[in-house]
């Protein structure tokens, strides 16, 4: 009783009602909710603060900046949900907020697409300046353990090189990427190594276009760094998982380097192992094994998932 009340108490005044409906979107960070709500920053923070201590929000620091999300357990996770399905989505200042919204993620996204398409060729050099590729490449295919693989599907496949590295294994194989730049460089590297069974197309991490149940294994290889929603990625993941399936997400341990998100359009400054297997398991995936890389300035962790049964 003393909890519900409390976070009835956390949820009951307009702004915060606002930052319900906007953080059921997806993560945000304090200084999007401002622009967003356009209110001061001092002001968003005291309502960011008395919603975390009365339970309706997670609040996690990431170098310079602090993100927050809906609480999704519990007494809070269930007022929440509870909550978002009662919110009048026709309502001015709902829709503006949406609308806002949705214009940052649009700027989010050109920004990413810019930068793929400023640093399409140059792409497995950056993707080794901090830990040998070589290194992970060897670990992805230990843990994956050199048995045949039926379908392969590589999210956010880049260059391709995970398609090339895997293929041998694979009688299909199947890479996605939001860049169309570098899905011309993935087909031009594809082509030059004569991989023939691999085939890569425009697609959504979110909303894969592939059968339920249906990949043996799934790759994220660094990755999950630039997506809005890692969470809502590893869930689409696990619903086109086969029941023996494996999914094997490398991708970097909590760090501080900022230039990565100024410079090289990172979303996040590396996961948490915890961070990473809690969102495995609420979509019904079991880990495996937990793996880190040490190498240059940053720790790459491979986490290696298979469908709870």
Known sequence: MNQLLTALRGAGEATRLRIIALLSKGELTVGELVQILDQSQPRVSRHLKLMGESGLLNRFQEGTQVFYRLASSGVSGHLNSALVALLDREDDAFADD??????????????????????????????????SEEQVEQELLA?????????????????????ELFAPLSETALGIDVSRAMLAIARAQLDAQEVGRAQVRLGDMYDLGVEPESQNLILFHQVLHFAEEPAKAIAEASRVLAPDGMVLIADFAPHEQEFLRDEHAHRRLGF??????????????SLNTLKHLDGGELRVTIWNFGKRV
């Open 98 to 131: 949406l609308g806002r919204l949705s214009a940052i993620r649009v700027e989010r996204i050109e920004r990413a697409q810019a930068y793929f398409q400023a640093n399409a060729k140059d792409w497995d050099q950056l993707r080794s300046m901090h830990v």
């Open 143 to 163: 843990q994956q353990g050199g048995k045949k693989i039926r379908t392969l599907l590589d999210i956010g496949t880049g260059t391709g090189r995970m398609l």
């Open 272 to 285: 948490a192992d915890e961070e990473i297997e809690n969102w495995g398991r609420a979509v019904g995936l």
